[in-house]
């Protein structure tokens, strides 16, 4: 499983990555793409949209179920990765580039630091599998 | 820690991801389920089903105890080799297993039976038995079974096992078995392509495996093995049938056998009940007109019907969309539109007929 030191986490698994002019961008991690298997639908939220934390925007389909990805903090769909509904198995190849499934603007520039590093989500995932 | 089979082992070196079926625990996949799917439509793969299990019933009696056990008739079965399939029905017309029979000799036929009815199935025909005297049944878990298939399969198996299995298999016609020493090589499978299933002794199933391994043949997880068999219209048992269920409303009419009439098999009785009163509901193939993914247990609108269920319901790799057997009351015909609430989004599903792919080809 790989969990690079430079994303922030949720508890719901997807990573966040802060850009260099404060947008966010978002995916699903590694170990969740693993733990679903090869991905078939990806449904993206709209551009324009308006998210809350923890809600879910969007959700992800493999083989073997469905699954709600969840927006890490409140704000607004910028742009989503329209490539994924083409190729989804993408999502499972490269979870952290490629992969990614949407950017957004935060409300608030510092709720990303309510979030998980690297070693508190591999600390989660580790509880969850026991 | 679940049973294993001689090819844990196996499984674990070549990075499976092991998940608990039915008690065993079986790889799901080695890496990607949609690539080894395409592998077993395209080229061939095999497939570790050690768990399922084979049972001997062997007497004098055998045939006619068969006659009364399962709603197929093994008078079916002329020559010896042949193979049937079949489901055992309790009283009601309940599906208890739906299981392959294979013909051996006159005092012989050999059973192979689900992994997880194993059970429920063993006291049934344990106490059907023993009430109808003349027949004893014997599990043979020594035995281990690898189903290799597709296109390239059988010519694979014999650049792995030997030419010899060609001279004694290689004329089989589909649902016909041969024994070469202590293989038997049966031209039966779950996947709807070419191939073959054999069964061998469980200390000989890790170097087999090797030795198809080193041939070319990928292992395909049971993952695969489910859209394989989706795609192909063959049904699950514990998902699109089970006790609750007659065969008549699972899209197995076809394996019941109610000539001669003479023939009083367990389950009978009830059957043409419901034959007379009119079968309730039916199995139909489904394709989804849009995005998703249908799953078990979706929920359908029948256009003033009455209401269905997803029985099987899976992306399919093959096609690159989504497919499903459902459950719907009767009247719904081939072309129908059903509204499936896909996670409370209604989604517009087409009833087709199905297999929905044969040999590596769409039906639909």
Redesign the interface.
């Known amino acids: 499983m790989k969990t690079p030191n430079e994303l922030k986490y949720t508890k719901s698994h997807e990573w966040v990555k802060v850009e260099s002019d404060g947008t966010l961008t978002v995916g699903i991690t590694d170990h969740a793409q693993a733990l679903m ?2 991905m ?2 990806v ?1 993206l939220p709209e551009t324009g949209r308006k998210v809350e934390a923890n809600k879910e925007c969007a ?1 992800v ?1 493999s ?4 699954s709600d990805v969840y927006a890490p903090v409140a704000g607004e769909v910028t742009t989503a990765n329209s490539g994924l ?1 083409d190729s989804p ?1 993408t999502v ?1 190849k490269d979870p952290y580039g490629a992969g990614w499934m949407f950017k957004m603007k935060p409300a608030n520039t510092t709720d990303v630091n309510g979030l998980l590093d690297a070693k508190a989500y591999e600390a989660l995932v580790a509880s969850e599998s026991h | 820690m679940g049973h294993r089979t001689p090819l844990y082992e196996a499984h674990v070196q070549a990075g499976a991801k092991i998940v608990d079926f039915g008690g065993w625990d079986m790889p ?2 080695y890496g ?3 690539e080894e799917h395409h592998k077993v439509r395209r080229d061939c793969g095999m497939f570790d089903v050690s768990h399922m299990v084979v049972s001997d019933l062997k007497g004098a009696a055998a045939r006619d105890f068969l006659k009364l056990l399962l709603a197929n008739n093994v008078d079916k079965l002329k020559t010896r080799g042949r193979a049937l399939y079949s489901c055992m029905l309790n009283s009601k017309g309940g599906v208890i297993d739906d299981l392959i029979v294979y013909y051996m000799d006159d005092t012989w036929f050999r059973i192979v039976s689900n992994a997880g009815t194993h059970d429920k199935d063993l006291a049934w025909m344990n106490a059907a038995a023993k009430e109808f005297g003349g027949v004893t049944l014997t599990e043979r878990a020594d035995l281990a079974m690898i189903a290799v298939q597709g296109p390239n399969a059988k010519e694979k198996v014999y650049a792995a096992l030997g030419e010899n299995l060609r001279d004694a298999a290689g004329h089989l016609k589909p649902f016909h078995a041969a024994t070469i020493g202590e293989l038997m090589v049966a031209t039966t499978g779950y996947t709807g392509e070419d191939g073959f299933e054999i069964i061998l002794p469980a200390k000989a199933a890790a170097f087999t495996w090797q030795m198809l391994a080193e041939a070319g043949v990928p292992p395909i997880g049971l ?1 695969a093995r489910d ?1 394989l068999r989706l795609e192909a219209g063959m049904n699950l048992y514990g998902s699109d049938m089970d006790e609750t269920t007659t065969p008549l409303e699972s899209g197995l009419a076809w394996t019941v056998a109610l000539e001669p009439e003479e023939r009083k098999f367990i389950g009978r009785e009830a059957l043409e009940k419901q034959l007379a009163v009119g079968v309730p509901r039916s199995l139909v193939g489904l394709v989804l007109e849009g ?3 249908l ?1 078990n247990h979706q929920k359908l609108k029948c256009n003033g019907l009455g209401d269905g269920e997803i029985t099987s319901g ?2 399919s ?1 093959t096609l690159e969309t989504s497919v499903a057997l459902a459950r719907v009351p009767a009247g719904v015909k081939l072309g129908d539109k059903v509204e499936v609430d896909m ?1 409370g989004k209604p989604m517009t599903a087409r009833v087709v007929k199905y297999p929905f792919v044969r040999n590596g080809k769409s039906c639909i």
Do not use: M, W
């Open positions: 298997g090869d078939v639908y449904e959700v389909e083989v073997k179920a469905a509904s198995e499972n | 799901l996949h990607s389920q949609i993952g859209t995005r998703g993914v799953r899976s992306f790799p996670r």
